[in-house]
């Protein structure tokens, strides 16, 4: 079987670390597009796409989120597995009709996430399994139709809609990253120094169990190839 297509849309304006952690994680033949410096895709003509994490606001008045935000829309309608994760998650419940709203507020470091065990993205993950997360914005309503399979005291952390599955946390970021992220927010120092005593090998190894979503996610689009292939 050839390698799969995926589209891998970067919406992080530091572009660097972010593709190489999807680069990383995801055994497939991943092409960047650079959604903030207006390059997108020129057709449809993909087995799945991924949306990554932003600093930005899905929100925003922005060209680049607009035009984002259409080719999503488009792809998700031409039935294009898709993969949202942080800033990915909030767009993908945009465009498909949720809400996203400001928590004025950041949600940062190592967390607890619990997740209903019947969504196959997070198959082979525990119920409560640990994940970095760093968001000031939150998906308050899932869009019509989608199944919420996994939340924290923060609110929703997963959502599937469809072919689209969308995830709240970071399951790509290394520990380097991690500590990059959280060094450049402006919060207290505090909070800060507090976040960075966390990122340690032990729950970084924690958290690698939600890792396994990237895999389960290539299953789910190698089951939509085939069943296409036998329709046709």
């Known amino acids: ?29 991943l092409v ?34 607009g035009r984002l935000k259409t080719w999503v829309g488009d792809a998700v309608e031409a039935g294009l597995p898709a993969l949202g994760v942080c800033y990915g998650h909030q767009l993908l419940a945009d465009v ?3 809400r996203v709203e400001s928590m004025d507020e950041y949600e ?12 196959r993205l997070l198959a082979g993950v525990d119920r409560e399994f640990t994940v970095f997360t760093t968001h000031s914005d ?3 309503e899932a869009p019509p139709g989608a199944t919420v399979f996994a939340r924290n005291d923060y609110g929703i952390h997963g959502f599937r809609a469809g072919r689209a599955f969308a995830v709240q946390f970071h399951p790509e970021y290394d520990t380097a990253t991690a500590r990059s992220v959280t060094e450049n927010k402006d919060l207290p120092d505090e909070r800060i120094e507090r976040v960075l005593d966390g990122i340690d090998a032990e729950t970084y190894e924690a958290a690698c169990e939600a890792k396994r979503l990237f895999g389960n996610f290539l299953d789910f689009v190698r089951d939509v190839q085939r069943t296409r292939a036998s329709v046709d």
């Not at 796409?49 to 899905?58: D, E, K, L, P, Q």
């Not at 470091?109 to 019947?118: A, N, W």
């Open 1 to 29: 079987m050839r390698p799969l297509r995926i589209a891998l849309l970067n919406a992080a304006h530091e572009r660097v670390d972010t593709r190489e952690n999807f680069q990383r994680e995801l055994d497939a033949d």
């Open 32 to 65: 960047e597009f650079h959604a903030p410096s207006g390059d997108l895709p020129e057709d449809l003509r993909w087995d799945a796409f991924v949306v990554t994490g932003s600093a930005a606001s899905v929100y925003w008045d922005r060209e680049w989120i």
């Open 96 to 98: 498909m009709g949720g």
């Open 108 to 119: 940062i470091g190592y967390r607890t996430v619990r997740q209903d065990g019947d969504n």
């Open 138 to 140: 939150r998906v308050v």
